[in-house]
């Protein structure tokens, strides 16, 4: 059965645009795959800012490193509050997203725009690839690429530390400023991305896909879904009430990596937003 069509709606735009997928002439990438023939796709996201963090807004850049393929730009319909402190900093409200595709509908879009591509996000929980995977059936199998965890290695930064994308921006020469907006933020983290690879390729030697990966390991977050962790914490206590151990050491839940099966963020109430922001709930680092 032919699914139905989609129609996007990009922050500022007078009407719908149709939704017209982009032919990828370029075979999926592998780890051997070469940097410069590699396609990535810098990938930002805006949300309510209130827990469970529903997206407002995807914004999405496929490049290679040598120049820009394509964009991706859209509002998503989401009927729930919007966190007032959150709109402030992506000027995101109600009124905007009429008329925007569902959530479903936008993520099916984007999937079908970075196929086969290397995702790429200014977040070092990978916060941004988890929301767009949540509610799959099964994780997101692209290999995704942190640009704080890129910075700290190609710029000797503190261990530990999560540079904000505007900070790289600045110190990279990077002319994209961002603004808080999801393709906006995109485009930053696209030339971010460039320019890092560009000095690792020169002084760490990288030539493929795969020396990347090896240096910057997915992060491991755990995204047990709070009941599940309720009902984990409920077993581990029982057994530290019995006077025999447990049969199994094993955790009840295991950290998932990035884009796992369909669950909540945990401590992300209390938690910022994104690497480096101000402590805000829904928006990018400035």
């Known amino acids: 059965?032919?699914?139905k069509r989609v129609f996007l709606k990009p922050r500022g735009a007078a009407a719908?645009?149709?939704?017209e997928e982009i032919a990828v002439d370029a075979p999926e990438v592998g780890g051997q795959t070469p940097l410069a023939d590699a396609q990535f796709v810098a990938l930002d996201v805006e949300t309510t800012g209130n827990a469970p963090f529903l997206v407002l807004e995807i914004g999405a850049e496929r490049f290679r490193l040598d120049g820009t393929l394509s964009f991706f730009d859209t509002l998503v319909d989401c009927r729930a509050p919007i966190n007032p402190y959150a709109r402030k900093r992506h000027h995101i409200d109600r009124s905007m997203l009429i008329g925007a595709p569902e959530f479903k509908d936008a993520r099916r879009a984007f999937l079908r725009f970075a196929q086969g591509?290397?995702?790429?996000?200014?977040?070092?929980d990978a916060f941004d690839t988890w929301l767009v995977g949540r509610g799959l059936e099964s994780p997101l199998e692209h290999p995704i690429i942190d640009t704080t965890a890129l910075a700290?290695?190609?710029?000797?930064?503190p261990k530990g530390q999560t540079p904000g994308l505007a900070r790289l921006v600045a110190e990279l020469g990077v002319d994209e400023t961002p603004a808080h907006a999801a393709l906006d933020d995109a485009r930053a983290t696209a030339k971010v991305f460039r320019a890092l690879i560009a000095r690792a390729r020169s002084t760490l030697g990288w030539t493929v896909v795969a020396d990347v990966l090896a240096a910057l390991p997915r992060p491991v977050v755990d995204r047990t879904a709070p009941s599940r962790r309720a009902s984990a914490a409920g077993r581990a206590q029982g057994a530290r009430a019995q006077t025999a151990p447990p049969r199994s050491a094993a955790p009840a839940a295991t950290p998932r990596a990035t884009s796992r099966a369909p669950s909540a963020r945990r401590g992300r109430s209390s938690r910022r937003r994104r690497s480096g922001s101000s402590g805000s709930p829904g928006g990018s680092p400035a």
Not at 16 to 19: D, M
Not at 117 to 124: C, D, F, N
């Open 1 to 3: 059965m032919k699914s």
């Open 16 to 19: 719908l645009v149709p939704w």
């Open 117 to 124: 591509a290397v995702l790429v996000e200014h977040s070092h």
């Open 152 to 157: 700290r290695l190609v710029l000797d930064l």
